[in-house]
């Protein structure tokens, strides 16, 4: 190992090969023998022989080796084979090392002590290392002392809080908190004291439950927020606001006290400072939101803005117009319509009469920074409170949509901005005609102008769109015109622009208009879609033009979505999967979007798809094989029932190639979770299209359907595992809409579905219960299941349909307030009387 100076030597040259081949020597040593490797990295890191550059280097490393040992197969459970011996030097070596006289490799050190602390003390060994740490961390001799306190902020950070007993926290705490106070004179010791605290903060759980050690550590905090050296306000205010996300509940009592740092802050301090005490209460705003948005009893909203919003008020409307500058730097005038965002969210109509004042005497000012204030405020305020008292916005919508066509670019942008969030949470003030006039051309122009500006534009129209889809405002003379913008909008050269991505925005644009759009517009649909398969075409061979491809693919599916039956030639669409299949070439294989615009296209063939299964079925496989993306591998499933469905009565001469992958994604363990839920969707569409012809696969795909249906039937619950409850709810609702299509798929094989019909009615009275949470796809497929058994089967399932739960279930839902599903019930009972 001697050689490992000189390692250490080219990893510091100045030519990258002699860096390159110290990384791979540097590999190699370390798999030969991890155990000699890191003491002798320790020793170099020790050694006052060794330059400063080598030893800060040794424990970098030393520190990275350590601390991932979970990321190397051949590492995990290094740790616990070190010889004792072994442990000990790299223990003395790098603790020694923390009073070394050169600030770089004492905090090379910490980090390596650090490291070496976090596996011991996970392993309940090495505990004196915090005892020898806190001793430290007052020493007088001030090197060692600030060296001390790093590696405690170090070691908590990350550190699981029950591998440190109580009583070392509370000294970790005192000694860090001590170097806090007033009266510590050392600038550099207090903000690393100040830093050290906040990577423990996560231990001081219990502290903060005890009110007298809460108001130490708050009274600490917030003196040191108005401390006479900025670096030491800013540093005490990051930590506040981690206290305000961690210990939101224990808030109350400081409230005063915060509204008078943070408002100091606002309105005295310098920009950095300033922007930290706006975000103080923007942490307090999100947290009470994500509170109101999912009540719960165990983590109540406290009511923080609502005592404070006056106040807040106050401050924000007088400093809203503080605008920095026309980038996108953050600064006074962002953070205060960010905080007044989360105030209209929690505390609603409290904020309208003020706001509303300041947009009325504001919108129409000489000054463009109180006409861009008026506008942040309007767009600030969308969310929350009542339609009732957001209306009177509705008359400042016209100077809105004039101040898009401004000439002073900060303005301009956030006009676009605004009209964005009206469209996105107000659309209703847009769409009466009045304004929809001024606002359509006005955002028709912003297309032409600054990619920032043009991309507010796009998403409002995206909005605007969606949302009005109803009524169908975007008729045939309005699509076109809109249509044509947003052509010439994706086709500028500034529109791949990664900071905004005007091309994607414009993209999405389309392929929503071209989804929405009233049915006197589809022909001008049907004519464009052979101008999108040429760009696709043009760009299919540069592998750069990534985002183009998937942007050209949404739009030629929604394109095929809605274009008739019958108007997709034959030209069209093998010129298509031609362009398709060079892209994935290009990229080296298939992307999402590409995967679901064959979906669409078959779905439009139907039948006349099945001459392009071949170029399709390799895609298929590769995918299903390869299981990359979840994202992917669930497209490629959904393709194969889009396929089987639109070839309808065809499909059956090719159920096996249907059957077989879907089955296969089922009996993995490698198969993504949401992959096997729409392999059974997929499934359901194959029995649909195919019918008797699944007969060969039937007792293999009803053991496998079963299951996946006796793991839906465990209860979890939806705070502790929203993921987990979300799946299986999907795969529920998969079942049964499976077992629905499996009852009238195989209508004609009356024997085999009788067989399995008692399983099904024990699975639809099971998922029933409302433990289960079931809603509307479940109540309809059990209501549709109970009937078509009656009808198809009669007295043949009498046995087990004229039981008491299932005439209770059908009589629950013939006075439903759902239509659909009262309808239902009404039908499933008039079978069962028959019966």
Known sequence: MSSLLGILAQALSIEDQARQN?????????????????????????????????????????????????????????????????????????????????????????????????????????????????????????????????TLGYICDGLDTSYISTTQVNSILSAIALSMTPTEPNLDIKIIAIKAFKNSLRFAKKNFEVQQERDIIMQLIIVGCTHTNEEIRIENFKLLLDVVNSYYDYMSGYLIELGRITFQAVRQDELKVALLGLEVWNALGDIEVDRKESP????????????????????????????????????????????????????????MDSCLEYIEKNISRNEWQLRQAALMVIGSIVEGPSNMKIAPISKSV??????????????????????????????????????????????????????????????????????????????????????????????????????????????????????????????HIEQNITNFIVLLKQHSTLAKNELLHSSLCDVLSSSFLRARSGQINEEQAKGFLEALTEVFNTRNGVFEEGIMAIGSLAGNLCGNFVGYLPIVGPFISFTLEKQDS????????????????????????????????????????????????????????????????????????????????????????????????????????????????????????????????????????????????????????????????????????????????VMMYVQKFRSSNNLRLRDLASWANNGLNKI
């Open 630 to 805: 979840e994202a992917l591998c669930k497209a490629v499933t959904m393709l194969i029932g889009d396929i089987a469905r639109g070839l309808g009565d065809i499909a059956k001469g090719y159920v096996g190639d249907f059957m077989q992958p879907l089955m296969a994604n089922l009996r993995s363990d490698k198969t993504y979770a949401q992959v096997k839920v729409q392999s059974i969707c997929s499934l359901s569409d194959v029995i649909a299209s195919c019918k008797e012809s699944t007969m060969p696969f039937l007792n293999d795909l009803l053991s496998l359907i079963q299951d996946a249906a006796t793991a839906s039937a465990a209860l979890i619950k939806e705070d502790e595992d929203p993921d987990l409850f979300e799946y299986f709810k999907d795969l529920r609702e998969a079942i049964i809409e499976f077992y629905e299509n499996l009852i009238q798929g195989l209508s004609s094989c009356s024997d085999d579905v009788v067989r399995f019909a008692p399983t099904i009615m024990n699975y639809c009275m099971l998922i029933s219960q409302d433990k289960y949470h079931p809603g509307f796809i479940v109540h309809r497929c059990i209501l549709g299941i109970i009937g078509d058994l009656c009808n198809y089967y009669g007295v043949r399932v009498r046995e087990f349909l004229k039981v008491q739960v």
């Open 398 to 523: 016209p100077l809105v949509a004039q101040m898009l066509r401004e000439e002073n670019i900060i303005v301009k942008q956030s006009a676009a901005w605004t009209i964005s969030k009206l469209a996105t949470h107000q659309y209703k003030l847009l769409t009466n005609p009045h304004n929809f006039n001024q606002v359509l051309p006005a955002l028709l122009d912003s297309l032409n102008q600054t990619p920032k500006i043009a991309c507010h534009a796009c998403w409002a129209l995206i909005n605007l769109i969606e949302k009005s889809s109803e009524i169908k405002l975007f008729k045939l003379g309005i699509f076109e015109h809109v249509f044509h913008g947003l052509i010439l909008s994706a086709m500028r050269s500034d529109s791949s622009h990664q900071e905004h991505n005007l091309q994607l925005a414009a993209y999405t644009a389309l392929s929503t208009l071209i989804q929405k759009s009233s049915e006197d517009c589809v022909p």
């Open 22 to 150: 110290s990384q791979n020597l540097l590999q190699e040593e370390k798999q030969k023998n991890p155990e000699i490797f890191c003491l002798e990295l320790s020793r170099l890191l020790a050694s006052t022989a060794v330059s400063e550059p080598t030893r800060q280097l040794a424990g970098i490393i030393l520190k990275n080796t350590i601390l991932n040992l979970n990321n190397e197969d051949y590492l995990i459970s290094f740790w616990d084979k070190v010889s004792s011996e072994s442990k000990n030097e790299i223990r003395v070596n790098t603790l020694g090392t923390l009073a070394c006289d050169k600030r770089s490799i004492r905090l090379s050190a910490a980090q390596a002590v650090s490291s070496v602390a976090k596996q011991d003390l996970s392993r309940k060994e090495w505990g004196e290392i915090i005892d020898i740490l806190v001793a430290n961390a007052s020493s007088e001799n001030l090197a060692f002392r600030e060296a001390s306190l790093m």
């Open 296 to 351: 719960s009893a165990d983590l109540p909203i406290r009511g923080y803005l609502l005592a404070a919003v006056n106040d807040l008020l106050v401050l924000l409307l007088e400093n809203i117009h503080r605008v920095q500058s026309e980038d996108d730097e953050w600064d006074i005038n962002k953070a205060c319509a960010s905080v007044l965002t989360v105030l209209a969210q929690v505390t609603e109509d409290k904020v």
